[in-house]
């Protein structure tokens, strides 16, 4: 997959724009700032949320937002939940990785930097799915606990889910410690006698196996570490690291 063009992935084009009828859909570069209220210098992150998200046409008093916890809990916000987490932590979905829904007019939100973040969107119960993929996410198949949530609350079938990976620390730069060939026994790659993980792989790997179409999954293909002038990476810039925001909503 080509990466997209720099005015395009300003804002992040999701799905190479094929639903931008029916969702929004995008993540947030550096330009835009730190989107965290957690993380991070947090001083500017509600405005830089503010001008993101106007960016893309939703209101930044709506999004619902969870506390992630590199878990496998999944929720479904309704209305009752909108906003939560929008001005302040406090308030966000707790313990969540994944979050579901079917409701129009509700953006939701979680945030990265390095980590995968993953874009589900079945066109004909118009439900979407957003994931938080590190390699604990991974490990513990979100994606398909995520996919099943979807089948169980939405009647969503595998094949007709779309699925785009939004940024994330790619092969190239995730360097991880020899332990990991117990967390993913014949998954690691190996260069020059060091481990390396690649967690869109195995995520692509997983959505195979629970019948999501190859041809169905799109990649940004942004290295979040090689490109860190555009995105945040943890591991590049430690603790005081920001967030990207990958956001989607149904129109
Ligand atoms: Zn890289």
Redesign the pocket.
């Given at each position: 997959m080509a990466e997209q063009n720099d005015s395009k992935s300003k804002n992040g084009l999701v799905f190479n724009g094929l639903f931008d009828g029916e969702l929004t859909a995008g993540f947030s570069s550096r330009s835009y700032g730190n989107m965290s209220l957690n993380y991070g210098g947090t001083e500017a992150s509600l405005d830089n949320r503010k001008y993101f998200l106007k960016s893309l046409n939703v209101d930044y008093r709506s999004l619902v937002c969870a506390k992630q916890t590199h878990g496998v809990n999944i929720k479904r916000p309704g209305l009752l939940q909108k906003g939560n987490g929008a001005l302040e932590y406090e308030s966000a979905l707790a313990d969540t990785d994944a979050i579901i829904t079917d409701q129009k007019n509700l953006p939701v939100a979680i945030f990265t930097a390095d980590c995968l973040s993953i874009f589900l969107y079945d066109a004909l119960t118009r439900s979407i799915g957003l994931i938080h993929a590190g390699w604990r996410g991974t490990q513990g198949n979100l994606v398909a606990k995520t996919i099943e949530a979807m089948r169980g609350e939405f009647n969503c079938r595998p094949e007709n889910i779309h699925v785009f990976f939004g940024p994330v620390?790619?092969s190239?730069?995730?360097e991880v410690g020899k332990d990991f060939q117990d967390k993913f026994p014949k998954k690691l790659l190996r260069r020059g006698g060091k481990f390396f993980l690649d967690l869109a792989e195995i995520n692509r790997q997983q959505l195979s196996l629970c019948g999501i179409k190859p041809g169905n999954i799109t990649e940004s293909s942004i290295?979040?570490?090689?490109r860190n002038e555009e995105y945040f990476s943890f591991r590049k810039e430690g603790e005081s690291c920001g967030r990207i925001m990958s956001v989607m909503m149904l129109k």
């Amino acid at each position: 997959m080509a990466e997209q063009n720099d005015s395009k992935s300003k804002n992040g084009l999701v799905f190479n724009g094929l639903f931008d009828g029916e969702l929004t859909a995008g993540f947030s570069s550096r330009s835009y700032g730190n989107m965290s209220l957690n993380y991070g210098g947090t001083e500017a992150s509600l405005d830089n949320r503010k001008y993101f998200l106007k960016s893309l046409n939703v209101d930044y008093r709506s999004l619902v937002c969870a506390k992630q916890t590199h878990g496998v809990n999944i929720k479904r916000p309704g209305l009752l939940q909108k906003g939560n987490g929008a001005l302040e932590y406090e308030s966000a979905l707790a313990d969540t990785d994944a979050i579901i829904t079917d409701q129009k007019n509700l953006p939701v939100a979680i945030f990265t930097a390095d980590c995968l973040s993953i874009f589900l969107y079945d066109a004909l119960t118009r439900s979407i799915g957003l994931i938080h993929a590190g390699w604990r996410g991974t490990q513990g198949n979100l994606v398909a606990k995520t996919i099943e949530a979807m089948r169980g609350e939405f009647n969503c079938r595998p094949e007709n889910i779309h699925v785009f990976f939004g940024p994330v620390i790619r092969s190239c730069c995730y360097e991880v410690g020899k332990d990991f060939q117990d967390k993913f026994p014949k998954k690691l790659l190996r260069r020059g006698g060091k481990f390396f993980l690649d967690l869109a792989e195995i995520n692509r790997q997983q959505l195979s196996l629970c019948g999501i179409k190859p041809g169905n999954i799109t990649e940004s293909s942004i290295c979040t570490s090689c490109r860190n002038e555009e995105y945040f990476s943890f591991r590049k810039e430690g603790e005081s690291c920001g967030r990207i925001m990958s956001v989607m909503m149904l129109k």
